[in-house]
């Protein structure tokens, strides 16, 4: 396989105080990435900092610096949102916060912000599907936003274990254009999917989707079993999915231009992704 030395990857990145946008960069930086992943603030609540204080401009200069164009940066919508839940006022809320998580995305000047679809709790995933396709249809989108749906790993009543469920959202959209998938090795893996296979995984992905909707890819090892419906992530070549499956997809000729993310534990309390990183881009992981 032809290796690109260009390869769009990065990891989920802090923006915090006092840094926020220029200490998320001067991170990734740090990490020899060339793309990152940011929350614009704790994924578990809705305490927000005035975008005033964020530092964007001065974090847009250090991408600029480095010929870091915007599209690598990628913003994750918070856990807390459920775009499917049987509750209508949490769905109110789902419609409220995400739409000023968006806003600040636009801000920042980013296009994709990714989005757990939820799950459907008490209810049926049909029901669930449905208060999904409510939810997003009654988003204010800014024009340079899209909303990349991230495949689940099935765990409990999450929506999105399938790439069926996905398409089944995305043909309720009315504003489709809005609209990409975020594909997650590790919840695919979990989910029942050939991961070890790129070739077959991307094909499945291109017939059920069209691969021009897929927008990130997280890259990340599972701790468990093919199949398992279990959620929990592994470091690179260390996990049940492997080395040689991930780089295959990071590199594979169809992925080249889309960004991806590692999610992977930090080792020891301190963060990998530097060392990840320049396994992918080299094609091994460091005996060390």
Do not use: W
């Amino acid at each position: 396989m032809e290796r690109k030395t260009d390869l769009l990857i990065g990891s989920h990145v802090r923006m915090t105080a006092p840094g926020y946008f220029e200490g998320a960069v001067q991170e990734l930086l740090s990490y020899d990435a060339n793309a990152g992943m940011l929350y614009t603030g704790a994924p578990q609540n809705s305490v927000r900092v005035p975008m005033e204080r964020m530092r964007i401009e001065e974090g847009k200069e250090l991408l600029r610096a480095h010929q870091i164009p915007l599209k690598n940066i990628v913003v994750h919508a918070p856990y807390i949102i459920n775009p499917g839940s049987l509750d209508a006022e949490k769905r109110d809320f789902a419609v409220s916060f995400l739409s000023e998580e968006m806003k600040r995305a636009a801000a920042l000047g980013v296009r994709d912000v990714v989005l757990h679809p939820g799950s459907y709790t008490t209810g049926d995933p049909e029901t669930g599907i449905r208060n999904v396709i409510g939810t997003l249809n009654r988003l204010e989108i800014p024009e340079s936003i899209v909303i990349a749906l991230e495949t689940m790993a099935g765990s409990g009543s999450q929506i999105g274990r399938t790439l069926e469920e996905l398409a089944g959202i995305l043909d309720g959209v009315t504003a489709p254009e809005h609209f990409a998938v975020c594909l997650d090795t590790c919840h695919m893996f979990a989910a029942g999917y050939d991961v070890l296979d790129a070739d077959r995984l991307l094909a499945g992905f291109d017939h059920v989707l069209g691969l021009k909707l897929l927008h990130v890819i997280h890259l990340n090892d599972s701790k468990e079993p093919f199949n398992s419906h279990k959620d929990r992530h592994a470091n690179l070549g260390r996990g049940m999915i492997g080395f040689a499956a991930l780089d295959a997809i990071a590199h594979h000729p169809l992925t080249s231009s889309v960004v991806k993310i590692l999610e992977t534990p930090y080792i020891d309390g301190k963060p990998p992704y530097r060392e990840e990183i320049a396994e992918i881009r080299r094609g091994c992981l460091d005996p060390n």
